[in-house]
């Protein structure tokens, strides 16, 4: 700095400060700064070194930051970005630094010399656009315009589909149909069916019989002395638990019926083996019976 190699000292005292920061770094970078021109950054870290020194207790260093900080002050250059109209996500950088929302429209201070301004938004195209500030001072305004909405690209196709760039292959051919007449095959899959809405039906008759035993012990607390002498509350709760009951039976009965009818249906399929003379004709029905506290499934055909 004193052969006057400002460019080369200002790192140096840049990493000083990073490595083992002091306020009397911060003045000595400052004075740097600003023998090098940067006259907005030489005032910030006047700033920066007046706060760090009143920290430290250094009323001397907090009295020369402050002077020369006051001393740039009327010369400092001034920048100031509007948005015409902000869109969510609307992202301002200023030579790579964020331009934060409350600085939108507001003087801020630059060095002299030629400022990258962009903006950009999630579904629109980015913008971006140069200024330069000719010298300290200035007063240089710059106007981020409405962003161009960006296109919608369609999805690449997948190699090989239509419209790709892979050579077309030959289509590969449909699995052959099954035997016409296949025997027990669709009795088979009511089986599938009908065993399957009978592990539902067992499924949601535990549950209900647990949130009975739960509604039955939760009354007990309002019947005291007498576990059938209750409150208003307590027979309210008791009959909640007789409803869960009652449904927990029909869920019991019309799971357990439909499970054996499944069972009944697999087993009386005929199979490709069967002499055609043997397998069972006609049509196979279950239907579910629900009535009051009871439960069960009608299985109906013939043979």
Request: proline share 9%; hydrophobic share 40%.
């Amino acid at each position: 700095m004193a052969e006057g190699k400002y460019a080369d000292a200002c790192p140096r005292f840049a990493d000083s400060q990073r490595l083992d920061p002091s306020p009397g770094t911060l003045l000595n970078l400052a004075s740097c700064y600003e023998k090098l021109g940067r006259t907005a950054t030489a005032w910030a870290t006047y700033r920066e070194a007046a706060s760090a020194a009143n920290a430290a207790g250094r009323a001397d260093y907090v009295a020369s930051a402050q002077r020369h900080a006051d001393a740039l002050a009327p010369h400092l250059a001034k920048l100031t970005t509007t948005v015409a109209q902000p869109v969510d996500g609307l992202q301002v950088r200023r030579d790579g630094v964020d331009v934060a929302k409350a600085e939108w429209g507001v003087p801020i201070p630059v060095d002299a010399g030629s400022h990258n301004i962009e903006a950009s938004a999630p579904g629109f195209k980015p913008w971006s656009s140069s200024v330069d500030v000719a010298q300290d001072g200035a007063q240089v305004s710059v106007a981020v315009p409405a962003l161009e909405a960006a296109p919608v690209t369609a999805p690449t196709p997948a190699p090989g589909s239509a419209g790709g760039s892979a050579p077309a292959s030959a289509p590969t051919p449909p699995p052959p149909p099954a035997a016409e007449g296949s025997p027990g095959s669709g009795q088979r899959i009511a089986a599938v069916v009908v065993g399957g809405v009978g592990v539902v039906g067992l499924g949601l008759s535990g549950l209900f019989a647990v949130l009975a035993k739960n509604k039955y012990n939760d009354s007990l607390q309002n019947c005291p002395g007498n576990p059938n002498v209750c409150t208003q509350a307590g027979v309210n709760t008791r009959n909640d638990a007789l409803t869960d009951g009652n449904i927990a039976s029909v869920a019991f009965g019309v799971g357990a019926a439909a499970v054996v009818g499944g069972v009944v249906l697999w087993l009386t399929a005929p199979s490709a083996s069967t002499p055609p003379s043997h397998r069972a004709t006609g049509q196979v029905r279950v239907t579910p019976l629900v009535g009051a506290g009871t439960g069960g499934a009608l299985l109906q055909g013939s043979w």
